[in-house]
């Protein structure tokens, strides 16, 4: 479904296609706070691109994984192979993706400024690997999540968005605000972007239209609540909604409007979180302190769950709109639904047991073989 009132975005994105496509490459900046709607603009890009016949490059940045130099720029690479089976990802895979993937193998770390030349070396190499890639057909390059992106990446991200003129390449990047005063997030967000999208609140209108999607018909005194309480931020109207099916509150009824300045935004993630069973809760604690998305086995071990227990457990979280994710065991992997929620998780920690799982967690995953930093922090 269209996603409401982004009609300017959805047509900044197209003309920053259009434009790659006749060879003026462009970057689009997506930025905002937690839930706003970005990642749905970058998921609109991507069909777009689709639709259009771009080669799609796509990566999100992983909190957990902001450690790991050349993460999103791995994942770009290998999302792309893996799009291609039998002879075709051969194909793909022994020409510049693979050329990309030995480039990163032998990439320094990037943390040491002694590297400095062989990393602007990488940089290079990458940039030319984007060359040969956007001969064949226009690239779309999504990032998402930038926020958690390694910053290696965010540093090939900025050397493109420099030299990205005349190639055939639309470089799209969302991202909650940087929080520090600078980095390579900041390099990137303040650098050589042509166009920034800052997504608007969702006025009375959308909200009702979202009621309607959800095939309920809201009074109007109950949209402006919603509005008022959710500061017209999606996310944040949607969990509302959810929290009012929950308590069998009607959006038809002028009653539910006096309860909803009650719930209060802060209250929405935290009011999914409300009335789990104990061990829900602990599943789900242990999952948000292991990442955004963890695997099952580690959670229910972190959480001292048997597997019948854990079962239940993810069973109730999903229910309940905490984790997307399946009871089978064989799939074993938790996400939540929103890092919002995740942040809720964590937030809802009394301070020592927060400590104290990390700690926990952190000899886990060191007695599983994984490198201690994949703990976030
Ligand atoms: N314009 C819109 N119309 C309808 N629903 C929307 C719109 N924008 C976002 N949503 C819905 O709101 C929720 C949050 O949106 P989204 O995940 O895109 O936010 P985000 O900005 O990427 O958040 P985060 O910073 O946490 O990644 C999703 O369920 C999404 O489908
Ligand atoms: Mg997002």
């Not at 990442?291 to 001292?304: I, R």
């Not at 048997?306 to 074993?332: I, N, R």
Request: with cysteine.
């Amino acid at each position: 479904m269209e996603p409401l009132e982004r009609e300017d975005e959805q047509l900044a994105l197209a003309r920053l296609l259009e434009q790659a496509w006749n060879g003026r490459g462009g970057a689009v900046l997506i930025e905002g706070p937690a839930g706003n709607g970005k990642s749905r603009l970058v998921e609109h890009v991507r069909a777009l691109a689709k639709q259009r016949g771009f080669g799609r490059l796509y990566g999100i940045g992983d909190e957990a994984e902001q450690a790991m130099p050349w993460g999103v720029v791995r994942q770009l690479v290998d999302r792309y192979a893996m799009r291609y089976a039998g002879a075709a990802r051969a194909l793909a895979l022994s020409g510049p993706a693979e050329r990309a993937l030995a480039t990163l193998d032998a990439a320094p770390e990037g943390s040491d400024p002694r590297d400095a030349a062989a990393l602007a070396r990488t940089l290079h190499a990458l940039w030319w690997l984007t060359v040969d890639l956007a001969a064949a057909r226009p690239m779309l390059i999504a990032v998402d999540d930038a926020q958690w992106s390694d910053a290696s990446s965010l540093r090939f991200l900025t050397y493109l968005t420099r030299r990205m003129a005349d190639l055939p390449v639309a470089l799209v990047v969302a991202t909650r605000p940087p929080t520090g005063p600078g980095g390579p997030l900041v390099e990137l967000t303040a650098g050589r972007i042509g166009v920034r999208l800052m997504p608007r609140p969702l006025t009375g209108a959308a909200i009702g239209e979202l009621a309607v999607r959800r095939g309920e018909s809201a009074r109007p005194e109950v949209v402006a609540a919603v509005e008022q309480a959710s500061g017209g931020n999606p996310l944040l109207a949607g969990q509302l909604f959810d929290e009012l099916a929950t308590r069998s509150l009607r959006l038809d009824s002028a009653g539910t409007a006096q309860a909803i300045p009650r719930l209060g935004p802060p209250s929405v993630s935290r009011s999914l979180l409300a009335g789990l069973s104990g061990s829900a809760s602990a599943l789900a604690a242990a999952a948000a302190v292991l990442g955004g998305h963890c695997d099952m086995g580690w959670a229910a071990e972190l959480a001292a769950l048997e597997p019948v227990a854990c079962t239940a457990a993810v069973d109730e979280l999903v229910a309940g709109h905490v984790l997307t994710g399946s009871t089978d065991l064989a799939a074993a992997e938790l996400g939540f639904v929103h890092p919002v929620v995740r942040e809720s998780v964590l937030a809802g920690l009394p301070p020592g047991t927060r400590a104290e799982l990390h700690a926990r967690a952190a000899a886990l995953l060191h007695r599983r073989g994984a490198a201690a930093a994949l703990v976030a922090a």
